[in-house]
Protein backbone atom coordinates (compact mmCIF):
# COMPACT_ATOMS: atom_id res chain seq x y z
CA UNK A 1 0.00 0.00 0.00
CA UNK A 2 0.92 3.81 -0.63
CA UNK A 3 0.90 6.31 1.49
CA UNK A 4 0.99 10.01 0.30
CA UNK A 5 2.02 12.56 3.35
CA UNK A 6 2.01 16.47 2.13
CA UNK A 7 4.04 18.98 4.46
CA UNK A 8 4.90 22.38 3.43
CA UNK A 9 1.47 24.58 3.87
CA UNK A 10 0.81 27.27 5.94
CA UNK A 11 -0.03 30.83 5.70
CA UNK A 12 1.46 33.58 3.36
CA UNK A 13 0.67 37.14 2.26
CA UNK A 14 -0.10 37.59 -1.24
CA UNK A 15 2.67 37.55 -3.53
CA UNK A 16 4.53 35.91 -1.26
CA UNK A 17 5.53 31.56 -1.68
CA UNK A 18 5.07 28.07 -0.39
CA UNK A 19 7.04 25.08 -1.42
CA UNK A 20 4.82 22.07 -0.87
CA UNK A 21 6.19 18.65 -0.33
CA UNK A 22 4.73 14.89 -1.32
CA UNK A 23 6.78 11.98 0.12
CA UNK A 24 5.52 9.24 -1.04
CA UNK A 25 5.81 5.13 1.15
CA UNK A 26 6.71 2.61 -1.48
CA UNK A 27 9.17 1.23 -3.98
CA UNK A 28 6.97 2.39 -7.28
CA UNK A 29 7.14 6.01 -7.07
CA UNK A 30 9.26 6.64 -10.52
CA UNK A 31 6.34 5.09 -11.94
CA UNK A 32 3.60 6.83 -11.07
CA UNK A 33 1.89 10.37 -12.38
CA UNK A 34 1.80 12.42 -9.81
CA UNK A 35 -0.22 15.41 -8.94
CA UNK A 36 -1.54 17.96 -6.86
CA UNK A 37 -5.02 18.81 -6.60
CA UNK A 38 -6.96 21.69 -4.27
CA UNK A 39 -10.26 22.30 -2.81
CA UNK A 40 -11.09 25.79 -1.57
CA UNK A 41 -14.34 26.18 0.62
CA UNK A 42 -18.07 25.88 -0.95
CA UNK A 43 -15.87 24.39 -4.26
CA UNK A 44 -15.28 20.97 -6.21
CA UNK A 45 -11.94 19.81 -6.15
CA UNK A 46 -9.94 20.69 -9.02
CA UNK A 47 -6.45 19.51 -10.59
CA UNK A 48 -4.12 22.34 -10.60
CA UNK A 49 -1.01 20.73 -12.17
CA UNK A 50 0.53 16.87 -12.69
CA UNK A 51 3.96 15.33 -13.91
CA UNK A 52 4.27 11.88 -15.48
CA UNK A 53 7.23 9.83 -14.91
CA UNK A 54 8.81 11.12 -17.84
CA UNK A 55 8.52 14.54 -16.54
CA UNK A 56 5.67 16.41 -18.33
CA UNK A 57 3.51 18.66 -17.14
CA UNK A 58 0.23 19.89 -16.61
CA UNK A 59 -1.41 23.45 -15.52
CA UNK A 60 -4.23 24.59 -14.79
CA UNK A 61 -4.67 28.00 -16.12
CA UNK A 62 -5.36 29.69 -13.39
CA UNK A 63 -1.57 28.85 -11.57
CA UNK A 64 0.48 29.18 -15.17
CA UNK A 65 3.89 31.07 -14.46
CA UNK A 66 3.34 31.34 -10.97
CA UNK A 67 3.34 27.57 -9.64
CA UNK A 68 5.87 24.50 -10.82
CA UNK A 69 5.43 20.99 -9.77
CA UNK A 70 8.81 18.47 -9.84
CA UNK A 71 9.35 15.27 -8.78
CA UNK A 72 12.76 13.57 -7.12
CA UNK A 73 12.30 9.74 -7.92
CA UNK A 74 15.63 8.83 -5.72
CA UNK A 75 13.70 10.41 -2.40
CA UNK A 76 10.26 9.31 -4.03
CA UNK A 77 9.10 12.71 -3.12
CA UNK A 78 6.85 15.64 -5.26
CA UNK A 79 7.06 19.14 -4.68
CA UNK A 80 4.99 21.93 -5.49
CA UNK A 81 6.64 25.07 -5.45
CA UNK A 82 3.52 28.18 -5.14
CA UNK A 83 5.03 31.81 -6.46
CA UNK A 84 3.00 34.98 -6.67
CA UNK A 85 0.36 33.59 -4.08
CA UNK A 86 -3.11 34.63 -4.60
CA UNK A 87 -6.28 34.38 -2.40
CA UNK A 88 -7.50 32.64 -4.60
CA UNK A 89 -5.35 30.11 -4.07
CA UNK A 90 -6.66 29.54 -0.16
CA UNK A 91 -7.56 25.87 -0.19
CA UNK A 92 -6.51 22.72 1.36
CA UNK A 93 -3.87 21.25 -1.26
CA UNK A 94 -4.46 17.22 -2.15
CA UNK A 95 -1.42 15.26 -3.48
CA UNK A 96 -2.52 12.43 -5.68
CA UNK A 97 -0.69 9.38 -7.20
CA UNK A 98 -1.82 7.91 -10.57
CA UNK A 99 -0.46 3.85 -11.08
CA UNK A 100 0.32 3.36 -15.04
CA UNK A 101 -2.74 2.38 -17.22
CA UNK A 102 -5.06 3.60 -14.49
CA UNK A 103 -8.15 5.44 -14.75
CA UNK A 104 -8.12 7.44 -12.06
CA UNK A 105 -5.99 8.43 -9.14
CA UNK A 106 -5.39 5.63 -6.91
CA UNK A 107 -3.53 7.65 -3.98
CA UNK A 108 -4.27 10.60 -1.92
CA UNK A 109 -2.87 12.56 0.98
CA UNK A 110 -4.54 13.72 3.79
CA UNK A 111 -4.39 17.13 2.24
CA UNK A 112 -2.34 20.61 3.58
CA UNK A 113 -3.76 23.91 4.31
CA UNK A 114 -2.59 26.89 2.58
CA UNK A 115 -3.73 29.90 3.18
CA UNK A 116 -3.13 33.29 1.57
CA UNK A 117 -4.00 36.68 2.85
CA UNK A 118 -4.56 39.89 1.69
Known amino acids: QVQLVESGGGLVQAGGSLRLSCAAS????????MAWFRQAPGKERELVTS???????YYADSVKGRFTISRDNAKNTAYLQMNSLKPEDTAIYYC????????????WGQGTQVTVSS
Open 51 to 57: INRGGST
Open 26 to 33: GRTFASFL
Open 96 to 107: AAREPFSNGYNY
